[in-house]
């Protein structure tokens, strides 16, 4: 059964910074890539950032240049680091594997991490 559990969130002013993290069922964590989506009110979940199995790492445009993504293969645990946070960041995040069209890799999702951005 794949386990995902995200953590990290919390509310921020504009300009502020959270790391995210993720812990990974073994299995998902050492095949596919991995990533952090998110969902706002109202919008659809979006794919935001990717890594790959040898860190290779690709980012929306809406957020590139101030998150970051990045792996610890030791602890099954996916990391996203924001930095310069906007109020159009403000979305529940969850992670996931990722397909190679960019689409979920599974049907299981955790519980998510709440991001809120607000001055």
């Known amino acids: 059964q794949v386990q995902l559990v995200e953590s990290g969130g919390g509310s921020v002013q504009p300009g502020e910074s959270l790391r995210l993290s993720c812990a990974a069922s073994?299995?998902?964590?050492?095949?596919?890539?991995m990533g952090w989506f998110r969902q706002a009110p109202g919008k659809q979940r979006e794919l935001v950032a990717r890594?790959?199995?040898?860190?290779?790492?690709n980012y929306a445009d809406s957020v590139k240049g101030r998150f970051t993504i990045s792996r610890d293969s030791a602890k099954n645990t996916v990391y996203l680091q924001m930095n310069d946070l906007k109020p159009e960041d403000t979305a529940v995040y969850y992670c996931n594997a990722v397909s190679p069209i960019g689409s979920p890799g599974t049907d299981s999702w955790g519980q998510g991490t709440q991001v809120t951005v607000s001055s």
């Open positions: 073994t299995g998902i964590f050492s095949i596919y890539p």
């Open positions: 890594i790959t199995r040898l860190d290779v790492a």
